[in-house]
């Protein structure tokens, strides 16, 4: 293949991957399956694996999607480990309660763990479980209503001229909109577990740095297969600070750029281009600008936005899908996490500019890159932006046809 070639593959991975000859990708970068169903019993897990034999979990993964209901098991990733070549690098995402879970399968996988990374945000959607409620709905306590969260629009309950006064109770609302109501309990248990939750706010996605291993050392590695290492220098953090060190580094960059006196003795020193790559990655939000100082000091990336996420797709319908919002969405008489209208339906997108830095980042100059669970195509179309050529699989038919599109259209744009 040559850069800007690329083939999308609808099928299982395990049966395509068949068809690839033996070290034949420089790279694979992939946002698979997280696996975010009922917890497995990790001992039935590991038996099956540590005996070479699939382990089949039953229940839906996220959003109710069949497709991720486990992580990927280690004959994919053995699979994967074939077709790559020796030195080769693998970064595969995965989801906070299940990272440990891909990383062994990783491991059983062949590979050799180098590094785990995060990216931060600081839009995550909190999915906890309210505990004072529950108990009051278990021993059938009304709650006393105080007033309207933050996100309740004009419409979403029952009376639009609602007051404290008109209605003091839940009860007195529709079930479609009482999620919109901030309500405290008025029973002796629920009061005692007021505040009290499951889960933490989403703020993070971890991912797996994995490589083959290679006999010998990197360097004639690197020499013979062109993998083994990560490219610094592409990855660099642009910043105006000088980066000299020591009692230079507080200088600014314009006034230290060369001959810098070290152990007395006047000696040219060349500036980076920036601040050496780090293992966090984050959003540029401002909650994550606030924890982390400054944004200089990482990589940042907002989620993917609609034009990214649409970008191609004009002759596509509009279908529900896409990213978890605020609000509520009240279709079959259930209040969930709200969806939107998009063409690009996927649920898990991630945005080009993230892709694009993690491809440039362990792929060599021209090199191919495989992702096993394509989706609707981001690391395709970050494959193709940054030279690179491109080979995706996924078992959807919808989502291998927005992603070719995608690609597609990014190949126009580069010309």
């Not at 009922?38 to 070479?52: A, C, G, R, S, Y």
């Amino acid at each position: 293949m040559n850069n800007k070639e690329f083939k999308i593959h609808n099928d299982n991975c395990l049966e395509v991957l068949k068809e690839y000859p033996d070290n034949y990708f420089d790279a694979i970068v992939s946002d698979p399956p997280y696996g975010l169903s009922k917890q497995p019993k990790i001992e039935e897990v590991l038996n099956h694996w540590l005996n070479d034999k699939e382990y089949t979990h039953k229940s839906k993964g996220f959003m109710g999607k069949e497709w991720d209901s486990f992580v990927p098991s280690p004959f994919i990733w053995k699979e994967c480990f074939r077709v790559l070549k020796e030195g080769g690098h693998l970064i595969a995402f995965a989801g906070t309660r299940t990272q440990d879970l891909m990383a062994i399968s990783l491991r059983l996988g062949g590979f050799e763990v180098r590094d785990m990374g995060a990216w931060l945000y600081g839009s995550g959607f909190p999915k906890s479980h309210n505990i004072s409620k529950a108990i009051d709905k278990k021993q059938g306590n009304e709650r006393e209503v105080f007033g309207l969260k933050k996100h309740a629009r004009d419409g979403d309950v029952s009376n639009q001229n609602w007051t404290k006064k008109n209605y003091t109770k839940e009860s007195s609302y529709t079930n479609s909109s009482g999620n919109n109501l901030d309500t405290r309990s008025t029973s002796p248990d629920g009061i005692k577990w007021e505040g009290w939750g499951t889960a933490l706010k989403p703020a993070l996605e971890p991912f797996t740095i994995a490589r083959k291993p290679f006999k010998g050392n990197v360097a004639d590695n690197v020499l013979k297969n062109g993998t083994g290492a990560i490219n610094i220098d592409a990855c660099r953090i642009e910043t105006n600070d000088n980066l000299n060190g020591g009692t230079y580094s507080k200088k600014p960059k314009d006034q230290y750029k060369s001959q810098v006196p070290k152990n007395g003795i006047n000696k040219e020193f060349i500036q980076p281009d920036g601040r050496f790559p780090a293992n966090v990655l984050h959003d540029g939000s401002q909650p994550i600008i606030d924890i982390l100082d400054e944004k200089t000091k990482y990589f940042y990336c907002p989620k993917a936005s609609k034009s990214d996420r649409n970008e191609g797709l004009d002759s596509f319908e509009d279908k529900i899908g896409g990213s978890l919002e605020g609000g509520n969405d009240k279709r079959n008489g259930k209040d969930k996490p709200q969806l939107k209208l998009t063409k690009n339906h996927h649920p898990t997108v991630k945005p080009t500019d993230l892709m694009a830095y993690l491809c440039r980042l362990i792929t060599p100059k021209g090199g191919k890159i495989l992702d096993p669970f394509c989706g609707s195509g981001s690391t395709g179309k970050a494959a193709i932006r940054e030279g690179f050529s491109f080979v995706g699989i996924d078992l959807s038919e919808e989502y291998c046809e927005i992603a070719k599109a995608r690609i597609e259209h990014e190949i126009k744009k580069k010309g």
